[in-house]
């Protein structure tokens, strides 16, 4: 049961966008985990909204297949399945390797300083074994280089994959920590991006990446969202 109330009188956006985002982020973070019923009345009242906009805020996430209606119990959270989860990963990763010719040629000497200064505080947690810590220096790191593109819109498509990437996060840093090779393909392309190096860092991200998803696809195989 989502326990949040939030008052979205002071909210620029339309009503029915905001009670969107609050709700999708419920979902994706598990905060309203799979098999949830969304009733219509309740919710409507802890967002102090009609239910107009939330009806509107249903479908959304239903084209998203966040949410589905299911006979004589309505709207439900519906499970991440392992097509999803694929997909979300495809779709990710084949915008990563479109943005990184912008990457190469965008790059500066003081964010290579910047990426290092990451790597050296993701080497301790590595060497700590620190999952959490090591989830959000690995999402800083490749926010960083991903944003040194200038594609805005490939980016925001890149954005919305990586929220439902991290409601797969919990039990996937645990595989990527014992997956020492990844975190030394992290100094890699670091060395790439230093030297300009196109050709190597598409190659070495391609692998990554793609090392990632079957990564998590694996740590997920025998969990429910």
Not at 97 to 105: D, E, R
Not at 129 to 147: P, Y
Request: glycine residues 2%; hydrophobic residues 40%; negative net charge.
């Amino acid at each position: 049961m989502y326990n949040g109330s939030f008052d979205l009188s002071n909210e620029s956006k339309p009503i029915r966008d905001i009670a969107y985002d609050r709700l999708k982020h419920a979902i994706i973070t598990g905060e309203l985990p799979a098999g949830s019923r969304i009733v219509e009345t309740t919710y409507a009242e802890q967002l102090h909204i009609s239910r107009t906009p939330l009806r509107e805020a249903l479908r959304k996430l239903e084209r998203d297949g966040l949410v589905e209606y299911v006979l004589r119990r309505g709207v439900v959270v519906r499970a991440f399945t392992i097509n999803d989860i694929e997909e979300i990963f495809t779709i990710r990763n084949a915008m990563m390797m479109l943005i990184l010719p912008s990457v190469i040629k965008n790059v500066t000497d003081k964010d290579i300083a910047e990426l290092r200064v990451l790597l050296s505080e993701m080497d301790v947690a590595q060497a700590e074994a620190d999952c959490d810590a090591l989830a959000t220096f690995n999402r800083a790191f490749h926010s960083k280089i991903e944003h040194l593109s200038d594609k805005t819109r490939i980016l925001r498509v890149i954005d919305d994959q990586e929220e439902y990437i991290t409601r797969f996060a919990a039990i996937t840093i645990a595989s990527i920590v014992r997956r020492s090779n990844a975190h030394q393909e992290h100094h890699q392309m670091v060395d790439l991006l230093e030297k300009r190096d196109l050709p190597g860092m598409m190659k070495l991200m391609e692998h990554h990446l793609d090392e990632s998803k079957q990564t998590c696809l694996e740590a997920v195989s025998n969990h429910k969202y």
